[in-house]
């Protein structure tokens, strides 16, 4: 690259193909937050499953709650 020539966009970061990004700015008055988060499909896919054994380990628990009270 010619050393006079300035480059016109800067180099691009190695990142995964499937990789997702999302960046959020919340403004409230003179305050603001910014969030940003990256994931893959796998990712959210063990989210998921995480998710879904929480969910399904409360039904006995509750079930059991329930029986006690009775």
């Known amino acids: 690259m010619d050393p006079e020539?300035?480059?016109?966009?800067?180099?691009a970061e190695i990142t995964h193909p499937e990789e997702m990004k999302a960046s959020v700015t919340l403004r409230l008055g003179p305050a603001s937050v910014t969030a940003a988060a990256r994931t893959m499909p796998a990712g959210l896919v063990t989210a998921g499953i995480l998710v879904s054994a929480i969910l399904l380990s409360l039904v006995p628990l509750v079930r059991a709650a329930r029986s006690s009270e009775r």
């Open 5 to 11: 020539l300035p480059a016109t966009t800067p180099p």
